[in-house]
């Protein structure tokens, strides 16, 4: 498995006003070292050391040169500035090239699909990455998914995924990764006759067949109603 090298620096003066202003300014980054069975440790590492294992992909075996001693490490988290996007603080995990982890690789899609063109599906991308456990040795930097063979009635399961030889799926096997959406029809549906018909307005023959009518029974009623004073 490829590694990339680099040279760390104990830190110190944590806690001290304008340390980590001098850090990098130096161009360097604040970073902390942990597990092994050794205890965490503060350290700096050169910006450009971190470019370069972001570079080489997620989860690259990194041989760390610290105090005279190398030891295999794993970048398990960057942050970042909020304005700038400059690398601010790092986490480095010791790992064995004989000890199984549980590590995030992220999936990348491949391929369109024939429905696409045909019907207009959407591609719809749900679970981006996947948990796995593998040797440190077996991790790779990604999974890429062919999707061209899928079809709108059939979406991938994490557990449809064709891992690499040695590496064994965490997240649940029947978690949804990617499907075919059928586009919305936005265009309105045509009103029904009765309510197409309570919509219109009243016809000037109507309304006077209906003025006849109440008429009609008014007069009735004032008849009734002399009858019986009678």
Same mark, same amino acid.
């Given at each position: 498995?490829?590694?990339?090298?680099?040279?760390?620096?104990?830190?110190?003066?944590?806690? &001290?006003?304008?340390?980590?202003?001098?850090?990098?300014?130096?161009?360097?980054?604040?970073?902390?070292?942990?597990?092994?069975?050794? *205890?965490?440790?503060?350290?700096?590492?050169?910006?450009?050391?971190?470019?370069?294992?972001?570079?080489?992909?997620?989860?690259?075996? &990194?041989?760390?040169?610290?105090?005279?001693?190398?030891?295999?490490?794993?970048?398990?988290? &960057?942050?970042? +500035?909020?304005?700038?996007?400059?690398?601010? +603080? $790092?986490?480095?995990?010791?790992?064995?090239?004989? *000890?199984?982890?549980?590590?995030?690789?992220?999936?990348?899609?491949?391929?369109?699909?024939?429905?696409?063109?045909?019907?207009?599906?959407?591609?719809?991308?749900?679970?981006?990455?996947?948990?796995?456990?593998?040797?440190?040795?077996?991790?790779? +930097?990604?999974?890429?998914?062919?999707?061209?063979?899928?079809?709108?009635?059939?979406?991938?399961?994490?557990?449809?995924?064709?891992?690499?030889?040695?590496?064994?799926?965490?997240?649940?096997?029947?978690?949804? &990764?990617?499907?075919?959406?059928?586009?919305?029809?936005?265009?309105?549906?045509?009103?029904?006759?009765?309510?197409?018909?309570?919509?219109?307005?009243?016809?000037?023959?109507?309304?006077?067949?209906?003025?006849?009518?109440?008429?009609?029974?008014?007069?009735?009623?004032? $008849?009734?109603?002399?009858?019986?004073?009678?």
């Amino acid at each position: 498995m490829e590694k990339v090298t680099i040279q760390a620096t104990s830190r110190e003066g944590i806690g &001290v006003k304008g340390a980590l202003s001098q850090i990098r300014a130096e161009k360097k980054v604040p970073a902390v070292v942990y597990g092994g069975h050794k *205890d965490p440790a503060s350290i700096t590492v050169a910006v450009k050391d971190l470019e370069k294992i972001m570079k080489a992909g997620k989860n690259t075996l &990194v041989e760390m040169t610290l105090n005279g001693e190398k030891e295999l490490v794993l970048v398990k988290e &960057v942050q970042f +500035h909020a304005v700038t996007d400059n690398p601010i +603080h $790092a986490d480095f995990q010791r790992v064995s090239m004989k *000890d199984k982890m549980d590590v995030v690789v992220p999936l990348k899609l491949e391929g369109t699909p024939a429905d696409v063109a045909q019907y207009g599906a959407i591609i719809e991308h749900i679970l981006r990455e996947i948990e796995v456990r593998a040797l440190v040795s077996a991790i790779p +930097h990604e999974i890429v998914l062919d999707i061209t063979p899928m079809t709108i009635n059939k979406g991938l399961l994490a557990g449809d995924i064709k891992l690499p030889q040695g590496v064994e799926l965490i997240t649940d096997a029947q978690a949804p &990764v990617v499907h075919l959406a059928i586009p919305k029809d936005d265009t309105p549906a045509p009103a029904p006759a009765a309510d197409a018909a309570a919509a219109q307005p009243e016809s000037s023959s109507t309304k006077g067949k209906k003025d006849e009518e109440g008429n009609l029974a008014k007069d009735n009623k004032d $008849a009734a109603a002399k009858d019986a004073k009678k």
